[in-house]
């Protein structure tokens, strides 16, 4: 069952600090889970890399034949993302791994 909660981050930290006990014990009674794995870190990266490859040719509606350049585009995206997951009953944090 989703929370359908969703809490905005606040700095260039990695880790923001864990949510509070008692709005963890609240959210995980009123949905009725016993826990909780949130989405609490989420950063990502990329890179463009275009490169002119060459010409092909190609035909326009009547037929003729054109030259047009062709190009390579590499694309490059590192995402970094980090999870915590809470336990119900006291509101802590169980693990988290990024």
Do not use: N
Not at 12 to 41: K, N, W
Not at 65 to 85: K, S, Y
């Amino acid at each position: 069952m989703a929370a359908k909660a969703q809490l905005l981050g606040r700095g260039r930290g990695f880790f923001l600090p864990p949510l509070p006990p008692e709005y963890i014990q609240a959210l995980c009674r009123r949905t009725q889970v016993d826990g909780l794995l949130v989405l609490e870190a989420f950063d990502s990266d990329m890179g463009l890399t275009r490169r002119t490859t060459g010409t092909r040719t190609v035909k326009d509606k009547d037929g003729k034949e054109h030259q047009v350049p062709t190009f390579r585009v590499d694309i490059l995206m590192r995402v970094v993302t980090g999870f915590r997951t809470y336990g119900a009953a006291q509101g802590f944090v169980l693990d988290q791994a990024r």
